[in-house]
């Protein structure tokens, strides 16, 4: 049997990208009985985006309630905290004196933070702090910790998976083979998601659909949607962020017998009439059930709570053959 373990990082709404890119094929994948699934809420590694308490709390319980309303069954896989589990934070330290500093100076969210302080004539590490810089290894514990075998994640982790690896084989080269050694699983599909603006959807680039919303906040945010200056009667272009989203929503006829709709000259208005309908049939059953778990979230941190129980079950064995390994135990 397979180890499945992803994380989402707590520091914004979940929006639809996050859905097809990530939630819905890892819930996908705890159905299979050929994998052990443990997923988790990333808050320790949120911390370094967010700017306030209220902040951290607050997306922490939305991803929680995102997981529980798309399908999670966490009697079916180990569902926690990242900060619930402490040997992940120990492990971190003990990798951290693995890990070349310039494996490090290559990741990429280090980098692009280094070139744009050198665009701007500053200081190379202006606003950089140890979390940033440290960010991988500390994702690299939560991974190595379990002993995972397959970490599900999108293709802007695949650097992350790489450090990963790096990092396990030059633990279990000094001190004989202790870590299992990580595979990424990137569903290649379902790789990019288009947002309003048309580019990648990406919180960084505000054009996200929060997943759940209110139905009337989803309308406006579908009517915010870019598109050309066609008028009805006039075909529309195929390729059109409308009609890609629609293909996500709708089963296959209905998604084509749309799009020869919009090539006969669908206008814009009741294009995205048509995708607020097929949309909102699809998220309201799930929204339904964010809308409980967010009123009963006594009942969600009851669940985390023995997730967590369970994980630390399995993170300390792996954590006592580190430390034997390292000397630190007999
Ligand atoms: N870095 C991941 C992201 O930004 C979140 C994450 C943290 C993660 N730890 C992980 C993903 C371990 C997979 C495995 O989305």
Redesign the pocket.
């Known amino acids: 049997m397979k180890r499945v373990?992803?994380?989402?990082?707590p520091t914004g709404y979940a929006h639809i990208g996050n859905y097809f890119g990530?939630i819905k094929p890892a819930i996908e994948l705890s159905n299979n009985s050929d994998f052990e699934c443990f997923y988790?809420l990333?808050d320790y590694?949120a911390l370094n985006t967010l700017k306030t308490k209220e902040e951290l709390e607050l997306y922490t319980k939305n991803i929680a309630c995102t997981w529980l309303a798309c399908g999670l069954d966490p009697n079916k896989i180990v569902f926690y905290k990242?900060s619930d589990i402490p040997e992940i934070f120990e492990l971190c330290w003990i990798l951290s004196n693995v890990t070349p500093k310039g494996l490090m100076n290559r990741a990429h969210a280090y980098k692009a933070m280094v070139e744009k302080n050198q665009q701007n004539g500053d200081d190379a590490d202006a606003g950089v702090n140890m979390g940033l810089y440290n960010?991988p290894i500390?994702?690299a514990s939560?991974?190595l910790l379990f002993g995972?075998n397959v970490?599900?994640?999108?293709l802007?982790?695949k650097q992350?998976?790489e450090m990963a690896r790096d990092i396990a084989n030059s633990f279990n080269s000094k001190y004989g083979k202790t870590l299992v050694v990580p595979e990424e699983y990137i569903q290649e599909n379902v790789a990019v998601f288009y947002g309003l603006d048309g580019r990648k959807m990406s919180k960084s680039y505000g054009n996200t659909i929060q997943l759940f919303d209110t139905e009337e906040n989803l309308r406006k945010t579908i009517n915010k949607i870019v598109t050309d200056s066609r008028l009805p009667g006039e075909p529309k272009d195929a390729d059109c962020t409308i009609n890609k989203l629609y293909k996500f929503f709708a089963p296959k006829q209905q998604a084509e017998q749309f799009e020869q709709d919009l090539k006969n000259g669908l206008g814009w208005g009741e294009a995205k009439k048509q995708l607020f309908a097929v949309m909102n049939a699809y998220i309201a059953p799930m929204r339904e059930k964010f809308d409980y778990y967010m009123a009963h979230f006594d009942e969600v941190e009851e669940m985390l709570k023995r997730g967590a129980e369970k994980a630390r079950k399995i993170a300390r064995e792996q954590l006592d053959k580190v430390r034997l390994a390292i000397g630190a135990k007999k």
């Not at 373990?5 to 990082?9: H, N, R």
């Open positions: 373990l992803t994380g989402i990082k990530a988790f990333a590694h990242q960010y500390l994702m939560d991974i995972t970490v599900p994640v999108g802007d982790q992350h998976i």
